[in-house]
């Protein structure tokens, strides 16, 4: 055997668990001829990755990993490359990153699925390590689990349910042309779609009907990849969708969402569909999109909601409380992992259905915050819908571990419930990517539980992002954006996410 066969064995990276799976995969890629296992791993960006091998190749993958290029963890959301990688330092002041080295994927037998839609063709998950077994500094999904890890030396363990909404467009064009190319740090033009029903007509069934044959395949292929959906619904603006997920542990929420989007993608694109999770496009009468995130803390080993309170007349227990606090007390450092794009800001108006400000309240969808449940009900939860739909899975939900965790170790309190969550007196969220970076960069939390390499890494990364758009209008970085939705966001993300 050779020494790079003893990867995951040498370096102690699987479970029993994950062994025993893997045996059994091995045995199904055999038993179902398959043709093809998509190695995927999801960005900073939150975007799917994934490279595309034969079996022969898949089976010794999964005793050895497999070796992929550190490039598209240095590249921004337009592919310019933000770090001088073949400088000593690799731009970033740490010896292993000269040279956009080699990393080794390593498949976590448990994410393995069967593409519905494409026959033949496997997924799988992965996790990112250096060539010595260290875990790679920029895996958003290691960080979770490494959060996750810290959360159940303390007895919790986090559920999660994801809301999220996107638009289902028809396409225009029958092909791409050379206005669609673009090159690194400028996109092309997006491909012209056109509407798939009129909108602002909420949960009109007329309107649902047109979309429920895509619905049909996304359903099917959803149950199919084991997602828990509950519900597929027509939203407010023109073909916009939202889809909501049954609760599942903190890793398997994360996991789920960097699925779904991809393969909601690519199901509407094979079907002459156009499906974006840009929050607001610069297409007539489109309303800004949400992702609205579900959570509370159970026992890691009974399973009981520890956010239920006892008494009458009580919102959440003392826990839930300290941890609430935590979320809204490092809400403003927090946004830039729920909101990470320029064109999320758009989102955080007054009396628009999403938060301007961090505060909390029973079962209003003005705040940030809204608590739902109470005594005696298993599903009492925080949901926060300060998230725009294209947010990293892995890094929203990390940020409510990280700050709701230290709320309950610094037993910090919230404020009192808002009845006019728009008008309490509450820190406003930024109102800009450079603002919501400028806060992060600042934050010690952030820096002591994710790492000063990574909060350094990630905040260069998105201020390159910021930096391109600013320069496309011909403005400095601590300008506002105007109402209207520019250009280059319309190229620079609506075909990205």
């Known amino acids: 055997m050779s020494k790079r066969a003893n990867f995951i064995e040498k370096h102690g990276l699987w479970s029993d ?9 091995k045995r199904q890629v055999e038993a179902e001829k398959l043709h093809y296992v998509r190695l995927a791993w999801g960005d900073t960006h939150g975007y799917s990755r994934a490279k595309t091998l034969t079996v022969p190749a898949f089976v010794s993958a ?4 497999y070796n992929i290029g550190v490039a598209t963890t240095t ?10 990688s073949f400088t000593r330092g690799g731009g970033m002041g740490l010896p292993e990153m000269t040279g956009s080295p080699n990393l080794t994927v390593v498949a976590d037998p448990q994410t393995f699925r069967m593409l519905p839609w494409a026959p033949g ?3 799988i998950l992965c996790d990112e390590y250096f060539n010595d077994g260290r ?12 959060a996750l890890q810290k959360l159940n030396r ?13 638009y289902l467009l028809r396409v225009a064009d029958d092909h791409l042309s050379n206005d669609n190319i673009g090159a690194p740090g400028t996109r092309g033009r997006p491909i012209r779609t056109f509407p798939a029903e009129p909108g602002y007509h909420y949960h009109s069934e007329s309107n649902m009907d047109l979309m429920q044959p895509v619905f049909d395949a996304l359903g099917d292929a959803f149950e199919s990849l084991g997602l828990g959906l509950r519900s597929i619904e027509n939203e407010w603006g023109p073909g916009q969708v939202e889809c909501t997920f049954a609760p599942r542990s903190a890793l398997e929420a994360a996991d789920d969402v960097l699925l779904f989007r991809t393969a909601t993608r690519q199901i509407c694109r094979r079907l002459g569909y156009f499906a974006t999770f840009m929050c607001r496009p610069a297409l007539k009468g489109f309303y800004a999109s949400g992702w609205h995130l579900h959570q509370s803390l159970v026992d890691a080993a009974s399973g009981r909601n520890l956010f239920m309170p006892e008494k009458a007349g009580e919102y959440l227990s003392a826990l839930g409380l300290s941890y609430l606090g935590g979320i809204l007390h490092y809400a403003v450092p927090a946004t830039v992992f729920a909101t990470p794009t320029v064109n999320g800001y758009r989102r955080y108006r007054p009396n628009s259905l999403a938060p301007d400000r961090a505060g909390w309240a029973y079962d209003n969808r003005g705040a940030m915050i809204r608590a739902l449940g109470g005594p005696g009900d298993p599903a009492t939860r925080l949901e926060n819908r300060m998230g725009e739909p294209a947010a990293n899975p892995y890094l929203y939900i990390l940020s409510q571990v990280v700050t709701g965790l230290a709320g309950i170790e610094g037993k910090l309190a919230p404020p009192p419930p808002d009845d006019a969550p728009y008008a309490a007196e509450r820190p406003l969220l930024p109102k800009s990517l450079p603002q919501a970076l400028d806060a992060l ?6 820096r002591r539980e994710l790492g000063d390499i990574f909060i350094d890494y990630f905040v260069k990364l998105k201020r390159t992002e ?6 496309s209008l011909g403005q400095d970085a601590g300008a506002q954006q105007s109402d209207e939705v520019s250009d280059w966001e319309q190229n620079e993300y609506f075909d990205f996410f």
Request: hydrophobic share 40%; aromatic share 12%; proline share 5%.
């Open 17 to 25: 668990d994950q062994r025993r799976r893997a045996d059994d995969i």
């Open 62 to 65: 999964l005793d050895a990993g």
């Open 75 to 84: 590249l921004d959301s337009a592919g310019a490359r933000v770090f001088a």
């Open 121 to 123: 063709t496997a997924w």
């Open 135 to 146: 875990p790679f500094h920029f895996s958003p999904r290691q960080l979770l689990r490494k």
């Open 154 to 166: 303390h007895g919790y363990a986090s559920v999660v349910g994801t809301e999220i909404e996107w």
């Open 441 to 446: 960069d600042k934050e010690p939390l952030f």
């Open 466 to 471: 910021a930096g391109r758009y600013q320069q």
